[in-house]
């Protein structure tokens, strides 16, 4: 079979489309092969989704983490025991503890040891030799000290003083970490709790790591691991971590974490800063925790008390219920490695490859649009260091939001022809972007802005007519613009930069009190849709309703193909259940083809009126008709 080569001379340019105003999409004869190849490389995209799915369903079981210290606090301010006082919390969920590392002075609080300034020491016992800079650490109950030999580089100098022996510190050994208070860790345990361990650091410290408890999680404190500056000591912290699972605390990157999860993997955990707790309504708090849950895989979730009982038994009960709703489980977390199959994913990524090359050959001028199908490789590669499964994944996220609209833009029922596209887009994305590092959050999905912009850019280089590139720029340089066109183009970038703004957990536009409380109400009772598909889905349709006059159309579509990209956006969010993010989809969805047809029906009577009353629309003729 003879291939004839792609046309050397531009051929003329079709008119617009006399209902839409849209510019008509140019036919390449690859269509049909190209999307064939597209739809046989969703089998192993759906496998690899349906693999997924089962794991995450899997691992819904979540321990509800009481910070022990803050739990004794609130206790003694009410006169209670801290144990009854968590079986009281053990009722309405909680069913975990977070225990920290002992330190000296807490063996003083409990009547073991005692730690004195010299300063203090020398007031007392004036006649005596203690050095006011120094610091002394005697035993109350036998033998206290004797555990401490061998446990610091820092050694002490031992002197008898007032009648009684005493270790003499340059430092306060009162914050020295002095390993687990095993007592209460097996009091806990053997209740039926999961505990987790909280290990301070100290440069002073020897053997880190060597006497801590068994238990399945361990909790870092600070911004750093025992031995991240160090790589012998971290080498050391690893090795004693043995099974135990590090926490990957949400918001709080740890240095040398990385380090301790090769091999082991992490469990994500979420808490919040106590001083912002308290500003917030337990129901609020309830709130987060259950988001966290559900939306983002923590399966560690880390409470504080509030400063009343009331107040903390309206947030826990609140948080169970919200739990529950969702299906989630109280009980001990089960962490494996997710682990897709290598071998599908490469014939996954034919599917990407072909819908970006079949958006070049769309393009009425081709060779135009394979350089920009071929740059728009390179960067998604580059932007990924080259690794092939992220940077694919990459390319199915701005490829299949612009494919159904470069393809498809005459009637109304299009807008579905391009959602299907969309949906296969997803498959692609979760078979190529989901790995054990991206489910755990840990390795965030790069080039994630341009999800929303490069497919705007692909759609819009169809607009152009099948002419010479100097002659359009031409024709738009001796475009009469009227303060009309002017007031339309700027409230369109006002809308694009607020639904690209808008993005993202904590988005660059701020939100209002009114729509904060809408949100959670929204969130607590159904998963919440994301605005720029509720917006953008509309738009679309308005826009290929065939009512608008101009240039309306060509940007209604391009606000659509940015609700279509939201689409893959939402996906790109590995940490979320497939699930999640598909009933968001299709919230979303739902909601936006609901809004489109009403707008429709809005736009045709307004038109009428208009027509009859007012003269006419400019430009027009006769009455709107929409393609459906």
Do not use: C
Request: cysteine-free; hydrophobic content about 45%; charged content about 15%.
């Amino acid at each position: 079979m003879t291939v004839s080569p792609l046309p050397t001379r531009p051929q003329p340019t079709p008119p617009p489309d006399p209902v839409t105003h849209l510019p008509p999409p140019t036919r390449s004869r690859w269509t049909g092969p190209l999307l064939g190849v597209t739809l046989l490389s969703l089998l192993p995209a759906l496998w690899l989704a349906y693999e997924r799915v089962r794991y995450e369903e899997s691992h819904k079981a979540v321990a509800v983490v009481m910070d022990y210290p803050e739990l004794k606090s609130q206790a003694d301010r009410y006169g209670r025991d801290p144990l009854e006082l968590l079986a009281d919390y053990r009722e309405l969920g909680v069913n975990g503890v977070a225990v920290y590392e002992d330190v000296l002075g807490g063996w003083q609080n409990r009547g073991e040891v005692f730690v004195k300034s010299g300063a203090d020491l020398l007031a007392q016992y004036p006649g005596e030799a203690f050095a006011p800079g120094k610091f002394y650490l005697s035993e109350v109950r036998p033998g206290a000290l004797a555990a401490l030999e061998g446990r610091f580089s820092i050694q002490p100098r031992s002197v008898t003083l007032a009648g009684r022996e005493w270790q003499e510190w340059n430092i306060n050994p009162a914050y020295l970490p002095v390993g687990p208070d095993n007592a209460l860790i097996d009091t806990l345990k053997s209740q039926g709790y999961t505990v987790i361990y909280r290990p301070y650091d100290n440069e002073a410290l020897l053997n880190v790591g060597a006497d801590w408890p068994e238990v399945p999680f361990i909790a870092f404190n600070g911004t750093e691991v025992p031995g991240a500056r160090d790589p012998q000591r971290l080498e050391q912290v690893n090795a004693a971590l043995g099974d135990r699972l590090p926490a990957l605390i949400e918001a709080t990157p740890q240095r040398g974490l990385g380090t301790l999860m090769e091999g082991r993997g992490a469990v994500r955990m979420f808490s919040l800063n106590a001083q912002w707790q308290q500003n917030l309504r337990p129901e609020e708090t309830a709130s987060k925790y259950a988001l966290a849950a559900r939306e983002r895989t923590h399966r560690l979730l880390y409470v504080r008390p509030y400063p009343t009982i009331t107040e903390t038994e309206t947030f826990l009960g609140r948080t169970s219920e919200l739990l529950g709703r969702a299906g989630i489980t109280l009980a001990q977390p089960r962490v494996d490695a997710f682990a897709p199959n290598t071998a599908l994913r490469w014939l996954t990524m034919l599917g990407p490859l072909a819908a970006l090359l079949l958006i070049g050959l769309s393009y009425p001028l081709p060779r135009l649009g394979l350089l920009v199908a071929g740059l728009a490789l390179l960067g998604a590669l580059g932007l990924n260091r080259f690794e092939p499964f992220g940077g694919m994944a990459l390319v199915a996220s701005i490829a299949f939001p612009a494919l159904g609209f470069v393809l498809w833009r005459s009637r109304v029922t299009h807008w579905f022809t391009a959602t299907a596209l969309s949906l296969a887009g997803v498959l692609f994305v979760s078979a190529l972007g989901a790995n054990p590092q991206s489910m755990l959050g840990l390795e965030p999905f790069r080039g994630v802005g341009l999800t929303l912009i490069a497919p705007l850019a692909l759609v819009l280089g169809s607009y152009l007519p099948r002419q010479d590139l100097r002659q359009t720029a031409a024709d738009l340089y001796r475009r009469p613009i009227s303060m009309g066109d002017i007031v339309v183009m700027g409230l369109a970038l006002v809308a694009f930069a607020v639904m690209f703004l808008r993005r993202g957990n904590t988005s660059a536009v701020g939100v209002s009190d009114a729509e904060a409380r809408i949100r959670q109400e929204v969130q607590d009772s159904i998963i919440r849709p994301r605005f720029k598909e509720v917006l953008g889905h509309p738009l679309a349709l308005l826009g290929l309703s065939g009512g608008l006059p101009g240039y309306f159309p060509g940007l209604l579509l391009l606000g659509g193909v940015m609700g279509q990209a939201s689409i893959l956006n939402t996906f790109a969010h590995f940490h979320t259940p497939l699930l999640i993010s598909a009933t968001r989809m299709f919230i979303g969805l739902g909601v936006g083809l609901a809004l489109g047809y009403a707008l429709i029906f809005a736009l045709r009577w307004g038109l009428q009126l208009w027509e009859t009353h007012g003269g006419g629309l400019p430009e027009r003729s006769g009455r709107s008709e929409v393609r459906s």
